[in-house]
Structure formats: C-alpha cells, structure tokens
C-alpha cells in the first residue's frame, strides 16, 4: 500500500536535502504551488526527479555577499542589469524547472525591465546564474536545458566558472563576460573579518585600480 505525504508533514533541516524521483510534470507543479512563492528553499527539477534544499544561514550570507561584489563590477564597468534573484524557470516540454541561487541579466537586461512573470519558452535566460554549493553540489542538467551561457559556482573557498559551450559546460579560468573577476573570493573573504561594507568599498577601490593599469 503506497503511503502519501504532504510537504507540510515533512521537516528538513537546513543543510539537508530532500530528492524525490519519479515525479511528473503535474506533480512537480502541485508541489511548487504547495511550497508557494514565499519560501526559502530552492528547488531543482530534471526528468522526474526533484531536489528540495533548505540553505544554511552560511549560504544565504555568503551569496549575498557575492552578488553584492558582483552589483559593483557591474557598476564600475558601466554595465546595465536587470537581477532577478531565484526566480523559477520552467519549461514542461523540456522537463526542466530550476531556482539559481541569484541570477542576473546582463545583455538581455532590456528585455526584462519591469517584467513581472517569465515564460522561459519565450524569454531568454539569464546571462549568468550564481550558485553556492555549500550544501549541496549543483546539478547542471537543469541549467543546460535553460541554456544559461554562465554560471559562477562558490565552492570550498573558491569561484568556479562554468561556461555553456555547444550545449554543455566547461569549467573556464576567466568570464566572458568580466575581464576582472579573480578578486571576488579574496573580497569575500574580507567581508568575513572586517565587514561587508567595507570590504565592498575596498573592492571599488580595487577593480578601479585594475581598470587603470
């Protein structure tokens, strides 16, 4: 006899992961819907099978951090962005719905201003997806489906770049989008023992500086 549960009857400690498989389109919907808008847990759907994470406290600090330092290189390199945070992209005939951690339009940020509701069979991706893997490692399936040309993953003390090249990622040392990146770990970590603030003005400092040379 088959047991059925409701989400709501199930506690998963932040840290933790919940994977669920063979779930169909239909289900993964009813459970978006039971999870509704205002949660912090990110979710990751690939061909029935369906990954729930609860993030640590460390993770939320530290992506915040990163996307704060990346607010800046934007700025500073006179780029216009259109952040939409862990927004839900889905497509039912892919088979595919994932959450970044934050993303951001870059290239295509005219195309989103003021865009309220995305339909990813219609809108582009996002230029670049920001993910923390402090508790669990991303899956790329998702993201290649959606077709996302960069991701920056935070892993073990480290950004890694993936970058979409004929359909799958590599891992590559510099951003096509960023000619300065490598110092974002370092200004992270400063951020850690002497604030965010001003860790983040001495990243302005920085990138200006290296924007001279």
């Not at 549960?5 to 994977?19: F, M, S």
């Not at 009813?30 to 609860?54: D, K």
């Not at 959450?99 to 005219?110: K, L, S, V």
Request: aromatic share 8%.
């Amino acid at each position: 006899m088959a047991v059925q549960l409701q989400l709501r009857q199930l506690d998963i400690p932040p840290g933790h992961r919940l994977l669920l498989h063979d779930i169909s389109w239909q289900k993964f919907e009813a459970i978006l819907a039971e999870l509704g808008e205002q949660r912090s847990t990110r979710i990751a759907y690939y061909r029935g099978t369906l990954e729930i994470v609860p993030p640590l406290p460390k993770h939320e600090q530290v992506k915040v951090v990163i996307a704060d330092l990346l607010k800046v290189l934007l700025d500073e390199l006179d780029k216009d962005w259109e952040p939409l945070g862990s927004t839900t992209f889905k497509r039912e005939d892919m088979e595919f719905g994932i959450e970044p951690d934050d993303c951001f339009y870059i290239q295509n940020h005219a195309l989103m201003i003021g865009k309220e509701r995305i339909d990813s069979s219609v809108d582009p991706p996002p230029d670049l997806a920001l993910e923390i893997d402090i508790t669990s490692k991303t899956q790329l399936s998702a993201y290649e489906a959606l077709q996302v040309p960069e991701i920056w993953r935070y892993e073990k003390g480290s950004l890694q770049i993936s970058v979409l090249q004929d359909g799958k990622y590599i891992e590559s040392q510099t951003s096509p989008t960023f000619p300065v990146i490598e110092g974002i770990s370092q200004f992270l970590e400063m951020s850690r023992t002497v604030g965010t603030r001003p860790a983040l003005r001495a990243f302005r400092q920085w990138i200006r500086e290296k924007l001279s040379i």
